[in-house]
């Protein structure tokens, strides 16, 4: 529903009608009239505070008798409607007809009974509205754009609105009251943008942190995967071992059974890889046993076979690596203790506390060997120089060249010691 202004006091003041259609495009509105009698309140409809407008015309309005014939509106007076019967009287003996102005001559219209009773200037189309009680609204979009160039508001320059093209020129003016100046508008935008921005980027390097957490991540668990499937000794190839030491860089150390040198597995995990000589006749014999026995020893005080060696007439064994060296460096007194003792900025000697941690982590370590494995090991080879230490000195028995496998049978009281080589630590 609409509410249109009137200017009849018999009206209220207000004509209430309905919106069938609204066209943004052409801006036009069709409005209704349901009930009353439209053409008697086209006449008193006053739009000069609305912002609607109409197409409009000049009528001039006839008063006739009722007994004359009725004036048909045919092709000889599209100019003239009839108007009756809601602006005829009560006892319906006066008809009232419209005559066009400005295109109908009226010595040409039938209306020689007829008295004129009073000229319309800008009424709206009357034959549409008696056809379908329908009247067509305009409205205007002013062109505001110079206006909002210069920072002000804008409006008509008229007091009213019309369709007229005169009357939809437009002025601009300073809005009263209180206006924030274009610079603290534009301080505000700034502000606004920055917030945005520094959200923007929380966002992103949120996103981004979380992206680098979960590649680390993956990473330390590709590693781990990598050092786990190191824990059952693998077989390498020469070039593995080259690539592990970096062409034989890194020399720790040599002797009768070989040459060993450090190496690198892993980005984490580090080797001590030791290629065996063939200058003894049962170096063969050795890394048999060595491979063998390694294989199946899992214990803290037991050095761990990594991987082996076995292309052509290259023998090799990895193990992990021990920073400390072996236990004959902390023990003996000989040029090469005392030039590693400098070289590490320590005390030759231990401390017997630390020496009775160290005998006792050996001797679990052979415990280990002869009652905790599925079959015995016998060691053969226990000196000062098979002993490496850990970081925090822990022992770990190593070298198993001379081991052998014994059955756990309790028939088996005496074994052969023909082959042992080192005597007895106890």
């Given at each position: 529903m609409m509410i249109m202004p009137s200017s009849s006091s018999a009206n209220h003041d207000k004509q209430h009608v309905l919106v069938k259609k609204i066209n943004y495009t052409t801006q036009e509105i069709e409005i209704h009239y349901q009930i009353g009698c439209p053409l008697g309140q086209i006449f008193y409809l006053n739009l000069s505070s609305s912002p609607f407008g109409f197409e409009d015309f000049?009528?001039?309005?006839?008063?006739?008798?009722?007994?004359?014939?009725?004036?048909?509106t045919g092709t000889s007076y599209d100019c003239l409607t009839k108007l009756s019967p809601c602006l005829g009287n009560i006892n319906n003996q006066t008809n009232y007809y419209a005559l066009l102005g400005g295109y109908c001559s009226i010595s040409r219209m039938p209306l020689v009974s007829c008295t004129k009773v009073l000229d319309y200037a800008s009424v709206p189309d009357l034959f549409t509205i008696k056809q379908a009680n329908i009247l067509k609204l305009l409205w205007f979009i002013p062109d505001c754009r110079r206006c909002e160039d210069l920072g002000k508001e804008c409006r008509f320059k008229d007091e009213f609105y019309s369709t007229q093209k005169n009357h939809t020129e437009t002025q601009c003016y300073v809005l009263k009251g209180p206006k924030r100046p274009r610079a603290t508008l534009r301080i505000l935008g700034i502000c606004a943008l920055s917030v945005v921005a520094i959200v923007t980027g929380i966002v992103i390097s949120y996103v981004y942190s979380s992206t680098k957490t979960e590649k680390e991540s993956q990473l330390r668990i590709e590693r781990f995967l990598d050092d786990y499937r190191a824990l059952k000794p693998s077989r390498y190839s020469y070039?593995?071992?080259?690539?592990?030491?970096?062409?034989?860089?890194?020399?720790?150390?040599?002797?009768?059974?070989?040459?060993?040198?450090?190496?690198?597995?892993?980005?984490?995990?580090?080797?001590?890889?030791?290629?065996?000589?063939?200058?003894?006749?049962?170096?063969?014999?050795?890394?048999?046993?060595?491979?063998?026995?390694?294989?199946?020893?899992?214990?803290?005080?037991?050095?761990?076979?990594?991987?082996?060696?076995?292309?052509?007439?290259?023998?090799?064994l990895v193990y992990d690596f021990l920073p400390n060296g072996s236990l004959q460096n902390f023990i003996s007194s000989s040029a090469a203790a005392a030039d590693h003792m400098s070289r590490h900025d320590n005390s030759n000697f231990l401390g017997w506390d630390k020496l009775q941690d160290i005998a006792l982590g050996i001797a679990k370590g052979i415990e280990y060997?002869?009652?905790?494995?599925?079959?015995?090991?016998?060691?053969?080879?226990?000196?000062?120089?098979?002993?490496?230490?850990?970081?925090?000195?822990?022992?770990?028995?190593?070298?198993?060249?001379?081991?052998?496998?014994?059955?756990?049978?309790?028939?088996?009281?005496?074994?052969?010691?023909?082959?042992?080589?080192?005597?007895?630590?106890?």
């Amino acid at each position: 529903m609409m509410i249109m202004p009137s200017s009849s006091s018999a009206n209220h003041d207000k004509q209430h009608v309905l919106v069938k259609k609204i066209n943004y495009t052409t801006q036009e509105i069709e409005i209704h009239y349901q009930i009353g009698c439209p053409l008697g309140q086209i006449f008193y409809l006053n739009l000069s505070s609305s912002p609607f407008g109409f197409e409009d015309f000049n009528y001039t309005l006839f008063s006739c008798p009722s007994s004359v014939p009725y004036i048909s509106t045919g092709t000889s007076y599209d100019c003239l409607t009839k108007l009756s019967p809601c602006l005829g009287n009560i006892n319906n003996q006066t008809n009232y007809y419209a005559l066009l102005g400005g295109y109908c001559s009226i010595s040409r219209m039938p209306l020689v009974s007829c008295t004129k009773v009073l000229d319309y200037a800008s009424v709206p189309d009357l034959f549409t509205i008696k056809q379908a009680n329908i009247l067509k609204l305009l409205w205007f979009i002013p062109d505001c754009r110079r206006c909002e160039d210069l920072g002000k508001e804008c409006r008509f320059k008229d007091e009213f609105y019309s369709t007229q093209k005169n009357h939809t020129e437009t002025q601009c003016y300073v809005l009263k009251g209180p206006k924030r100046p274009r610079a603290t508008l534009r301080i505000l935008g700034i502000c606004a943008l920055s917030v945005v921005a520094i959200v923007t980027g929380i966002v992103i390097s949120y996103v981004y942190s979380s992206t680098k957490t979960e590649k680390e991540s993956q990473l330390r668990i590709e590693r781990f995967l990598d050092d786990y499937r190191a824990l059952k000794p693998s077989r390498y190839s020469y070039a593995d071992i080259k690539r592990m030491t970096n062409k034989f860089k890194d020399k720790l150390g040599q002797g009768a059974q070989g040459t060993v040198f450090k190496g690198k597995l892993s980005s984490e995990l580090l080797v001590a890889v030791k290629i065996l000589s063939n200058s003894n006749e049962k170096a063969g014999e050795d890394f048999i046993n060595e491979v063998g026995t390694m294989g199946r020893i899992h214990h803290v005080n037991v050095v761990r076979l990594v991987g082996f060696c076995a292309d052509g007439f290259i023998r090799a064994l990895v193990y992990d690596f021990l920073p400390n060296g072996s236990l004959q460096n902390f023990i003996s007194s000989s040029a090469a203790a005392a030039d590693h003792m400098s070289r590490h900025d320590n005390s030759n000697f231990l401390g017997w506390d630390k020496l009775q941690d160290i005998a006792l982590g050996i001797a679990k370590g052979i415990e280990y060997l002869h009652q905790g494995c599925d079959q015995q090991i016998l060691h053969f080879d226990i000196k000062p120089h098979n002993v490496l230490l850990y970081q925090n000195f822990t022992p770990k028995v190593c070298d198993f060249g001379l081991a052998k496998l014994c059955s756990n049978s309790k028939d088996q009281s005496a074994i052969s010691m023909t082959t042992a080589r080192a005597r007895s630590l106890l």
